[in-house]
C-alpha cells in the first residue's frame, strides 16, 4: 500500500470516534475491490433476516474465523457460511489497514463485507455480539458516499452525522465502541469504484 509514504496520518475525532479521511488511495481502493471480489466468489452475499423476520437492505457476507449472522434465533457469529463452507481468509490489505491504524490491538477475526445498493441503509445499533469490548472496531468505507450516524453508549443519546467517503476509515474504540451507529442513506452514484454501483463497507472486529 503505497498510503503511508508520507509518514503518520491525522484522525478527526467524531464524538470520541476516530476517522481517517482519505486513508486509502484510490489505487488501495481499487486493489481492495479485486480482492473482495475473490472473497465474494468462495462466500456469496446473502440478505439476512432481523430478529423480527425483516430481510435487511443490505447485503452481506464476512472474511475471518467468524462470520456475522442474523435470523429470528438472533444476532450471532457462525463460523461457517450458510452455504457450509468456511469463511474465507481476511485479505491481507485488510489486515495491514488494521495493523496500521490499532496496532495494539489482538487481530481481528471477523471481516464483515455490507454492500449497500440502492435504497440500502442500516438502523442504529451498537455492536455488540463481541466478547471483548476493550479490543476496536475498524470500519472502511468504498464506493458511493453514506451519511453515518454516530450517538452515544444510549439509544437516545445527541447524534452526529458525517458523511463517509470511498477510502475512509473509521475506528471505533475506547468509549464510542459501545456507540449507537448507523446509516441514513447512501447517494447513489457519487462514487465509480464499483462496476456496478453502491457502496462496500468492510467492519472489522475481534470477536472471542
Ligand atoms: O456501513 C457502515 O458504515 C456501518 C456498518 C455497521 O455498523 C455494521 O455492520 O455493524
Ligand atoms: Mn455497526
Excluded at 98 to 122: H, Q, S
Aim: contains cysteine; charged residues 25%.
Amino acid at each position: 500500500m503505497t498510503r503511508n509514504d508520507n509518514g503518520p496520518v491525522a484522525g478527526i475525532n467524531v464524538r470520541g470516534a476516530t476517522l481517517y479521511r482519505g486513508f486509502l488511495t484510490p489505487a488501495d481502493q481499487a486493489g481492495m475491490v479485486e480482492v473482495l471480489r475473490r472473497v465474494v466468489a468462495e462466500a456469496p452475499l446473502f440478505s439476512p433476516e432481523t430478529r423480527w423476520g425483516r430481510k435487511m437492505s443490505v447485503r452481506m457476507t464476512s472474511a475471518g474465523r467468524y462470520g456475522w449472522f442474523s435470523d429470528r434465533r438472533g444476532y450471532r457469529y457462525i463460523e461457517r457460511h450458510p452455504s457450509g463452507t468456511p469463511w474465507p481468509a481476511i485479505p491481507d490489505p485488510v489486515h495491514e489497514i488494521w495493523r496500521a491504524l490499532v496496532p495494539e490491538a489482538r487481530p481481528p477475526d471477523c471481516c464483515l463485507v455490507n454492500l449497500y445498493g440502492e435504497g440500502a441503509k442500516m438502523g442504529l445499533h451498537q455492536d455488540r455480539d463481541e466478547a471483548d469490548f476493550s479490543q476496536p472496531v475498524v470500519s472502511i468505507s468504498l464506493g458511493d458516499e453514506a451519511l453515518f450516524r454516530i450517538g452515544t453508549t444510549e439509544r437516545s443519546g445527541k447524534t452526529e452525522s458525517v458523511w463517509l467517503k470511498s477510502g475512509d476509515v473509521l475506528v471505533l474504540g475506547g468509549a464510542a465502541r459501545l456507540a449507537f451507529h448507523g446509516i441514513d442513506r447512501v447517494r447513489t452514484g457519487s462514487s465509480s469504484l464499483l462496476r456496478d454501483g453502491g457502496r462496500i463497507n468492510l467492519t472489522l472486529r475481534v470477536v472471542d
